[in-house]
């Protein structure tokens, strides 16, 4: 029997949702035959791409470009929306002049580089931790949410539609009991089943004032870290939710109100599978472009060739002569003329920007805007 206590107002608006429960839900409920069949598809998918991933001779290729657009996608889900040209821009530009959404962004990314730090270098993740990579993202230190009245509404009818526990003490039992499953070795249920359960754990305690998506989605990452389930952090079901965001709301909303997994948790392991699947194609073509592009500089260019400059043109994708300088240790003259050689064989483009000249790796550009 599912116990549904809901009050509700004279309006017949939801008022309070059930109380929430403490993890883990009864094991029968989250691991149907539907769910495993749905668990084994993601976990093969997720399986390909730590090993394509472990092909690519520089890592720090993948994560940066992945990176970005996680938290492009991420932040697009909070209507902070930027284009790809004006985030690597922002980051590349010694600039003030970087728009607020821009700037929100670049706190994203920052926020995922430093929750990746704290599970590599300590091996599990605390609250404090969250606090910190939430603090990071938002760039304020209001923290846990202390004062009663947060309620979550529907974008477009206005309409409350659930009420998250509003103590502060009870709050942090949650997150408290929520970090515990989080980081637990679990060698009976899935871990992409438990993935599921704690994202929508962690929402439903909506522990923030605000960030409290942008957060839970981080955590996701680490936790498949965490669990060895892929090493750096590049697979993000972000670009999904965006696509498929009514449902995404409707599914976690229904979870609360009839506290039944099903739904949910298939929805999620869809996301994770089809999410690896174009993650895979991703990486393949960036693979192959690299080649290629090793190939063009050796054939036309090569007096200038090293393979530590077409690979920081893949790191960099909006490049310029200082990363040049730094990369290979040569004066700024010569690095100047390698960006040049490489526009005139085409494989750059150059664009002045607050008086800067950067070099655009076009091809890459263009995979990395697919999503
Ligand atoms: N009915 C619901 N039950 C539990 N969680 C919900 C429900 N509806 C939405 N959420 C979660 O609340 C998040 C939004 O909360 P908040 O505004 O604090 O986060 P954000 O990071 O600022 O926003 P966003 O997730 O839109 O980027 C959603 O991403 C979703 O995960
Ligand atoms: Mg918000």
């Known amino acids: 029997m599912v116990h549904i206590n809901i ?20 094991q029968s409920k989250v691991e149907t035959i539907e769910i495993l069949r749905y668990a084994n598809k993601a976990s093969t998918a997720l399986a390909e791409l730590k090993g394509i991933a472990q092909s690519i001779p520089h890592q720090s290729i993948l994560i940066n470009a992945i990176v970005l657009q996680e938290s492009k996608d991420s932040s697009e889900i909070e209507n902070i929306i930027t284009t790809q040209d004006e985030l690597y821009k922002a980051l590349t530009v010694n600039s003030s002049k970087i728009t607020p959404e821009a700037k929100e962004v670049v706190n994203y990314r920052k926020a995922i580089f430093l929750g990746y730090e704290f599970i ?5 993740l605390s609250v404090n931790n969250i606090i910190s990579i939430q603090q990071e993202l938002v760039d304020n230190t209001a923290g846990i949410r202390s ?3 947060t309620v979550l509404k529907n974008d477009k009818t206005n309409e409350v539609v659930y009420i998250p526990p509003q103590n502060k003490p009870e709050i942090l039992d949650l997150l408290s009991n929520f970090i515990t499953y989080y980081n637990q070795n679990d060698k009976d249920l899935s871990p992409l089943i438990k993935l599921a359960i704690l994202h929508y754990q962690f929402e439903s305690i909506h522990p923030f004032y605000d960030g409290n998506g942008r957060t839970g989605r981080i955590l996701n990452i680490l936790y498949l870290i965490l669990n060895g389930l892929i090493d ?10 965006v696509l498929n965001k009514t449902e995404y709301y409707r599914l976690l909303n229904q979870t609360n109100i009839t506290g039944g997994w099903h739904e949910w948790i298939i929805y999620m392991l869809n996301a994770i599978e089809i999410t690896s699947r174009n993650t895979i194609q991703k990486i393949n073509s960036i693979k192959e472009l690299l080649m290629t592009t090793i190939e063009k500089v050796k054939q036309n260019a090569p007096k200038i060739y090293s393979k530590e400059l077409v690979e920081l043109l893949f790191e960099q994708p909006y490049s310029k002569i200082d990363f040049v300088v730094k990369r290979l240790l040569v004066e700024r003259k010569a690095a100047s003329r390698y960006l040049k050689e490489l526009e005139k064989i085409g494989i750059l483009k150059s664009q002045v920007v607050s008086r800067e000249t950067l070099y655009l790796n076009i091809e890459l550009i263009e995979i990395l805007k697919k999503t």
């Open 147 to 149: 004062i009663p009245g």
């Open 232 to 241: 750096i952090p590049i697979l993000y079901l972000s670009s999904y939710i």
């Open 7 to 26: 009050i509700w107002d004279y309006m017949g608006h939801v008022l309070q949702n059930s109380q929430l429960k403490f993890l883990p839900p009864e």
């Open 120 to 124: 590599k270098n300590q091996g599990f």
